[in-house]
């Protein structure tokens, strides 16, 4: 069963609008919380980093929350774009991994249309 | 400036036949690298990372091999591809650290692969 659990599989939104994707995880000890993009047929780009102690961090037009206590996080994209249709992945790294082994979540596949 | 580059970007392969993919970082020393498979709709799976040269942990089993012959030169290969081998390969580094702190991990384009 995957650790990080991100919802929903997928979504489809109008262009200007704003929208909400959530990631939930069980794995622990936590050390921090990313959210990355990925474009079709590309690698994976970081968008927002988080730390245990962190509630939320905004990278322009998104913004990531993190609430440690029920493991759950999410980012809220603000007057979305055509080109913010991508893949969302949540992403959890664990303090205990001294090489950085990263958890990845399944990813939210976002389409934005016009 | 750190980059990675991983290529071919594409690649279409016959059952049975040998892959090598490769993964190179330029800008840092002694990173920590990784290969990831993403199937459609799935997460990133962990088939290989590497600490060192030489140091190769796998895992998940499979049909696939990686090697670290150079600090910055990581390589996937197979003997004999199957079917199942298809999929995104993503190569990616970190820097190598005591604890994963604030660990970032870069990744480079992927390898489409298509095994026919």
């Known amino acids: 069963k995957n650790q990080v659990e991100q919802s929903p599989q997928s979504l489809i939104i109008l262009e200007g609008k704003n929208c909400t994707l959530q990631?939930?995880?069980?794995?622990?000890?936590?050390?921090?919380l990313r959210w990355y993009k990925q474009d079709t047929g590309r690698g994976p780009v970081s968008l927002t980093i988080?730390?245990?102690?962190?509630n939320t961090k905004s990278n322009g037009r998104y913004t990531a929350t993190l609430d440690a206590d029920t493991k759950q996080s999410s980012l809220h994209i603000t007057a979305s774009q055509l080109s913010d249709s991508a893949s969302y992945i949540c992403?959890?790294?664990?303090?205990?991994?001294?090489?950085?082994?990263?958890?990845f979540g399944a990813g939210t596949q976002v389409v934005v249309t016009p | 400036s750190q980059t990675i580059h991983q290529w071919p970007a594409t690649l279409v392969q016959p059952v049975g036949s040998p892959l090598s993919l490769e993964c190179t970082v330029e800008?840092?020393?002694?990173?920590?690298l990784y290969w990831y498979r993403q199937a459609a709709g799935r997460g990133l799976q962990l088939l290989f990372y590497?600490?060192?040269?030489?140091?190769i942990s796998s895992e998940v089993p499979q049909n696939l091999s990686a090697s670290r012959p150079q600090d910055r030169q990581f390589i996937l290969s197979s003997k004999k591809l199957l079917l199942s081998d298809s999929g995104f390969y993503l190569c990616?580094?970190?820097?190598?650290?005591?604890?994963?702190?604030?660990?970032?991990?870069?990744f480079g384009q992927g390898t489409r692969l298509t095994v026919v």
């Open positions: 990616a580094w970190s820097p190598a650290r005591g604890g994963t702190g604030n660990t970032e991990a870069f």
């Open positions: 990631c939930n995880y069980t794995v622990s000890p936590f050390s921090n």
């Open positions: 988080m730390t245990f102690s962190e």
């Open positions: 992403v959890v790294i664990l303090s205990t991994d001294s090489w950085g082994k990263l958890q």
């Open positions: 800008g840092t020393s002694n990173p920590n």
């Open positions: 590497s600490v060192g040269i030489g140091q």
